[in-house]
């Protein structure tokens, strides 16, 4: 797949995974953008990785698509998890 592909996967899982995980973050949406986009590429290596299956088949593919929003859940989680620990010490 082409860089344009990945990065309307990255866009659209990032968006997934916002809905699935709902809440404030740092960063709006611009973050959330680049936390799909990243959490595609990280989804694919993993699928690869873990399970020895090529998750990257194509935009089409559903394999694709799963890979990209765990992928995407997994880098929101963890933003979460590091940037949240610095916003609730402003507030105190």
């Known amino acids: 797949m082409g ?15 916002k809905l699935l995980l709902p809440g404030k973050d740092p960063g709006g949406i611009f ?11 990280l989804g ?3 699928g690869k990785v873990i399970f020895g299956v090529d998750s990257i088949d194509g ?5 694709t698509w799963i890979a990209a929003i ?16 610095r916003r609730s010490h402003r507030h105190a």
């Open 70 to 85: 765990i992928g995407s859940l997994i880098l929101l989680v963890l933003y979460r998890a590091v940037t949240g620990n």
């Open 31 to 41: 973050v959330t953008m680049l936390i799909g986009i990243a959490g595609g590429l």
């Open 59 to 63: 935009f089409f593919e559903l394999s």
């Open 44 to 46: 694919g290596w993993l």
């Open 3 to 17: 860089v344009i592909a990945w990065i309307l996967i990255g866009l659209f899982a990032g968006a997934i995974a």
